[in-house]
């Protein structure tokens, strides 16, 4: 430990990427705790709250529901935070380890930073959940705005929050310490093989087919499992099928990278294609917020189609409603914040190669083509991926008519544009940091 603290402190200190490099996942990490926050005290109102009255097994369906749809893609906030540093964490104990530090400092090192970083950004987190309360408070469910009261979180649910943003923190990072141990010089000199990711491609096309079957024969299911072990059920699936999109989403953007690569007539379609082929993971990973949304923006759909439909039926229907546009906007919100941090997080990540194509008389204009090439193509197969899982599911739920229905429609199209605006806003927001590198300001 007298070893550690020491090069802990070495550690922290920005390099070239600058305090962006520590400052961008902590912002990460502070909404991601803000929003579980906000969700967590959310559904157990839906639970607890006796104004529900006799519908209250709906609501707590429903908010059970909403909670697993935003859980995957703020736990997948929570990991891209962890791993947004990873590349400058790794060079540097990538050295230590060529220069003769035992595995059991670097485990310590790299859990040690995760962990400070983490906990720096859920307290900052709970401080900006507390500013968000009182706009909570004043969402209209149960027939009037429900109180701070009703959606604050008691202090054991807040401190398993933010203890597990802290962990997600210290296990991502953990994890990506494995090739730092395994390859060090290929992690230094950034030589490491691209992974093959073809089994992973397989795997998750037959599980996700699994999945949907299952959705599917779920009324077969429910005469055997009974009515509240089917919703957990499908609960479940629901949540897998988000996973499982992540799993194959990487392998198609590396398909997609070495195509292009091949058939390239520009010298921005060639840097693009190479960087997706060789880095698809970090690529999906930017935009996998956007196949979430999409998978949301289906089912919220049809929930307002059925909230719509339905309208004359009771406060039930009109708390649908508002629950489907609570949802879909802390979706967004998501989206936002990923796609802001990590976009500027892979500029820095990449300075290296900005200032090789700069050297290399690349014009200005080809890298910014590049750039937009190596987002928009991942965002593409992100969002109709998304879309179409989504679809898939919901099928045999609730019938082609309401999947249809021009509320239906109208969402899912409204989430398109937003989205790929908010992805298009993100990329023009880092033009400032691709110029300070061209220049050697960064």
Known sequence: MSTVLPLAR??????????????????AFAVTTALLLVVAGGARMFLVDPRAGAEGGMYGILAVLALVLLAVPLITLGAAAARLTSRRRNDRLATLRLLGASTRELWSLTVLEATAIAAAGAVAGVALYAALLPLVG????????????????????GAGVVASVVLIGAVSAAASLRKVAVTPLGVRTRSEAPAKRTTAFVV?????????????????????????V???VLLGLFAGALAL????GAPIVAARGRAMARHARTAA?????????????PAWRRVSGMALVSFIAVVAGCGLSIADVASDAGPLMSDIRTGVLVTLGIAFVLLACAVGVTQAASVLEERELIVGLDRLGIPDAELRRARRITVMVP??????GGAALGLMLAFPIVGISLIVAPLSVLTIALTFAA???LVAAALASTRPIVTGIRRGAL
């Open 10 to 27: 070495l550690l922290s200190r920005p390099a070239r990427q600058g305090r962006a490099a520590i400052a961008l996942p902590v912002v």
């Open 269 to 281: 379609q060639l840097v693009a294609g190479r960087e997706l082929a060789a880095h698809a993971g």
């Open 138 to 157: 004043l969402l209209p469910f149960f027939g009037g705005p429900v109180g701070v009261g009703a959606v604050v979180v008691d202090p054991l649910l």
């Open 419 to 421: 989205g790929f605006a």
């Open 245 to 248: 999109l992540n799993l194959i």
């Open 230 to 232: 089917t919703m957990a």
């Open 379 to 384: 965002l593409r197969w992100a969002s109709v």
């Open 204 to 228: 998750g096309g037959v599980l996700i087919v699994g999945v949907v079957m299952l959705v599917s024969n779920l009324g077969a299911l429910g005469q055997l499992l009974g009515p509240a």
